[in-house]
């Protein structure tokens, strides 16, 4: 079984909806993020969380909101979808203190119409 | 401004050669630096490290090079596979350890 699980994995959306990704862990890390990838950009941060009372924005937070539900779950929400969110979405677990080695999930591809 | 820039964003390789895939760095406070492997339809995995105290690191086939005066590291793959055709990212930990600084990416090709 999957470590780190993304649901969905592919989702299509009209401009304006709210949207949920979700993801959970069974690696037990206390650390987790969320990344979007666009091409010719990378990876960059949306979201972080050390616990589930810690939280804190990333390089590319406005549009996003997030919720750690418990150790085990992430979640980002777009509230109000624009295309310009249209990317590949990936959540990711660390261990600390370690050397910062994330373990990703298999990613949900996001467009918005 | 990218803090960590890998500007080739592709490179193609023949089977059984090396390959050698390039990363620079602007922000002296990084101290550990890894390398990612990403197959489409897949997330990211973890391939290789180094940390700022050392200048290589080797894990089979792959051997990574830091250049700390240069602010440049670099992944070999030797000798090349097919399977070896990913994209590849470089990443690089702030020195608070709290967060990873990727690089746009290159997609390696292994021609058989």
């Known amino acids: 079984d999957a470590d780190v699980t993304q649901t969905p994995r592919n989702r299509i959306t009209k401009t304006g909806k709210r949207i949920m990704l979700e993801c959970s862990q069974t690696?037990?890390?206390?650390?987790m993020y969320w990344y979007r990838q666009d091409p010719g950009l990378g990876l960059r941060l949306i979201y972080y969380?050390?616990?589930?009372?810690?939280?804190n924005k990333g390089e590319i937070s406005d549009g996003y909101s997030v919720s750690r539900q418990a150790q085990a779950k992430f979640s980002l929400s777009l509230e109000s979808a624009i295309p310009n969110q249209t990317a590949l979405y990936f959540c990711?677990?660390?261990?600390?203190?370690?050397?910062?080695?994330?373990?990703f999930g298999p990613g949900t591809r996001l467009t918005v119409l | 401004d990218q803090q960590v820039k890998q500007n080739s964003p592709s490179l193609s390789v023949q089977e059984g050669r090396i390959s050698i895939l390039n990363c620079d760095y602007t922000?002296?406070?990084?101290?550990?630096f890894l390398w990612y492997k990403k197959y489409p339809a897949e997330g990211p995995t973890f391939l290789i490290s180094?940390?700022?105290?050392?200048d290589k690191n080797e894990d089979g086939r792959f051997t990574v090079f830091l250049n700390k005066s240069a602010k440049h590291l670099s992944l070999h793959i030797v000798p090349s596979q097919p399977g070896d055709s990913a994209v590849y990212f470089c990443a690089a930990r702030d020195g608070y350890g709290n967060k990873l600084v990727f690089g746009a990416g290159t997609i390696l090709r292994v021609k058989s």
């Open positions: 969380s050390f616990d589930v009372k810690d939280i």
């Open positions: 690696k037990g890390h206390d650390r």
């Open positions: 990711a677990t660390s261990d600390f203190p370690g050397t910062m080695k994330q373990f």
């Open positions: 180094i940390s700022s105290i050392k």
């Open positions: 922000n002296s406070m990084f101290d550990y």
